[in-house]
């Protein structure tokens, strides 16, 4: 009896109305995609857009900050649709403040979503992709991560720590056949229904655009394997 062979199975964490919907877009026609957020109603809604234009993804509902709930997605993601071959880390927030503004639990709660969800999620696929010989995590950065501003007293050092697990995963999984990486967004995503005072569309980066480096990232030659870069517009000052 023939039976086709199904897509590789690539998870993505952080799905909101900008990078991370356009990241399943560009993944879900070649690839079975997991979707990890908090919302089960946004993820099985977008599922479903995503069924009827003829891509293959579906939600698994978890907080990212919280071990129980993202060890329980991962293992529901492994029985349902197998071991990924790609994880993407795109969730972050952070409230923008000094550190007289921003509260010990605003700090721990953006440390929890930035880096620390980054390293559950990753220590839940390493495993199989090292038995593999091969797997791709990525990791969402931004300019905070780099170069923490006044107002970053929470964002900044969260990024730091996604910057410096990538770098650490990078340099202990490269040799294992692991290609782990660094996009630092340096700017503004141009998101569908939000406005950024003084900010024209040309100023910010478009989601498909940014997905599309992420696609060419995940499938490059491991001889000439990429650790970090960055994406910014073009009129973007760094």
Same mark, same amino acid.
């Given at each position: 009896?023939?039976?086709?062979?199904?897509? !590789?199975?690539?998870?993505?964490?952080?799905?909101?109305?900008?990078?991370?919907?356009?990241?399943?877009?560009?993944?879900? $026609?070649?690839?079975?995609?997991?979707?990890?957020?908090?919302?089960?109603?946004?993820?099985?809604?977008?599922?479903?857009?995503?069924?009827?234009?003829?891509?293959?993804?579906?939600?698994? !509902?978890?907080?990212?900050?919280?071990?129980?709930?993202?060890?329980?997605?991962?293992?529901?993601?492994?029985?349902?649709?197998? #071991?990924?071959?790609?994880?993407?880390?795109?969730?972050?927030?952070?409230?923008?403040?000094?550190?007289?503004?921003?509260? !010990?639990?605003?700090?721990?709660?953006?440390?929890?979503?930035?880096?620390?969800?980054?390293?559950?999620?990753?220590?839940?696929?390493?495993?199989?992709?090292?038995?593999?010989?091969?797997?791709?995590?990525?990791?969402?950065?931004?300019?905070?991560?780099?170069?923490?501003?006044? $107002?970053?007293?929470?964002?900044?050092?969260?990024?730091?720590?996604?910057?410096?697990?990538?770098?650490?995963?990078?340099?202990?999984?490269? !040799?294992?056949?692991? $290609? #782990?990486?660094?996009?630092?967004?340096?700017?503004?995503?141009?998101?569908?229904?939000?406005?950024?005072?003084?900010?024209?569309?040309?100023?910010?980066?478009?989601?498909?655009?940014?997905?599309?480096?992420?696609?060419?990232?995940?499938?490059?030659?491991?001889?000439?394997?990429?650790?970090?870069?960055?994406?910014?517009?073009?009129?973007?000052?760094?």
């Amino acid at each position: 009896m023939n039976q086709t062979k199904q897509p !590789p199975v690539a998870v993505i964490v952080g799905i909101g109305p900008g990078l991370g919907a356009a990241l399943v877009r560009r993944f879900a $026609h070649e690839y079975r995609v997991a979707m990890v957020a908090r919302s089960a109603d946004y993820l099985n809604q977008f599922g479903a857009e995503i069924g009827a234009a003829g891509g293959q993804a579906a939600g698994f !509902p978890a907080d990212v900050g919280v071990a129980e709930q993202i060890a329980a997605a991962f293992e529901k993601i492994r029985r349902e649709l197998g #071991a990924p071959e790609i994880l993407i880390y795109n969730a972050g927030t952070g409230p923008f403040g000094s550190l007289a503004e921003v509260s !010990p639990e605003q700090f721990e709660n953006c440390w929890r979503i930035n880096a620390f969800g980054a390293f559950l999620c990753a220590k839940q696929v390493v495993g199989d992709m090292v038995t593999r010989g091969r797997g791709v995590v990525l990791f969402t950065g931004a300019t905070a991560g780099v170069k923490a501003g006044a $107002h970053s007293v929470a964002f900044g050092p969260a990024k730091f720590a996604l910057r410096g697990l990538a770098q650490s995963m990078a340099r202990d999984l490269g !040799p294992k056949g692991i $290609h #782990a990486a660094h996009i630092n967004v340096d700017g503004a995503i141009d998101i569908p229904g939000r406005n950024f005072p003084g900010l024209k569309p040309e100023d910010m980066l478009k989601p498909d655009a940014i997905a599309e480096t992420y696609w060419h990232l995940a499938h490059q030659d491991r001889s000439a394997w990429t650790m970090e870069l960055e994406v910014r517009p073009f009129k973007e000052k760094f």
